[in-house]
Structures are given as structure tokens and as C-alpha cells.
Nanobody, 125 residues
Framework: VQLQASGGGLVQPGDSLRLSCVAS????????MGWFRQAPGKEREFVAG????????YYSDSVKGRFSISKDVAKKTVNLRMNSLKPEDTAVYYC???????????????????WGQGTLVTVSS
């Protein structure tokens, strides 16, 4: 699986931004895709995830209600819509993929075998 992330940038607090991740895979069956982020000096943390088949969505508590993950099957793309951005959302955002995850493991970065390059999101006034 190859992943190509895009969409980062500099925005002000309260603004919105959409990240996209294009995936190329031999099969999308049982594929699970997620977004993680890593702020300076901090560990990489789970943000959101989606199951390719069925579309189950998962969110960290810190972004629930503000971020929305979706998929575009035709474009083989997973999008992360980020609303009401805060300075603490500033980080490098990574998309990742794994096969065969169960609900209890979707936030575990160690379960993801495939990673895209990061895209920087900066929220600052």
C-alpha cells in the first residue's frame, strides 16, 4: 500500500482545513485507514480512522465533534475534514493503513504497517 497525503497549511484558530490521503493498494478488502499526528516533542497520536468496507469511523476524544473522516471509493481517497481548529491541533499529520484491524486496535499506531509522508498543519493567529 502506498499513501500520499496532502492538504496541510497555515490557518487561524477557528478555521477549517481538509486533508486528503490517496491510497494505492492491491486490495481494499479489510483495509483500515487512519490519521495520526505528531506535535513537536510529543509522541505520534491517533486522530481518526475509518474502515474501508462498511465505513465505521473512529475518533480520538480530542477531535470528536470537530473532525470528520470520510472516504471516496472512486478516488481511493480518505479525507479528514478539520473544523474549529485550535492551536493545539498544530502537528504533522500522517495517514496510515493496515489490514484486518478490530475496533479495539484502531488507535494503536503499532498496528499500522503503511505510512504516508506527513503534512504539516499549523494553527496560529
Amino acid at each position: 500500500v502506498q499513501l500520499q497525503a496532502s492538504g496541510g497549511g497555515l490557518v487561524q484558530p477557528g478555521d477549517s482545513l481538509r486533508l486528503s490521503c490517496v491510497a494505492s493498494a492491491v486490495t481494499f478488502n479489510s483495509l483500515h485507514m487512519g490519521w495520526f499526528r505528531q506535535a513537536p516533542g510529543k509522541e505520534r497520536e491517533f486522530v481518526a480512522g475509518i474502515r474501508w468496507n462498511g465505513g465505521n469511523q473512529y475518533y480520538s476524544d480530542s477531535v470528536k465533534g470537530r473532525f470528520s473522516i470520510s472516504k471516496d471509493v472512486a478516488k481511493k481517497t480518505v479525507n479528514l475534514r478539520m473544523n474549529s481548529l485550535k492551536p493545539e491541533d498544530t502537528a504533522v499529520y500522517y495517514c496510515a493503513a493496515a489490514y484486518g484491524l478490530i475496533a479495539s486496535t484502531v488507535s494503536d499506531r503499532g498496528r499500522y504497517d503503511y505510512w504516508g509522508q506527513g503534512t504539516l498543519v499549523t494553527v496560529s493567529s
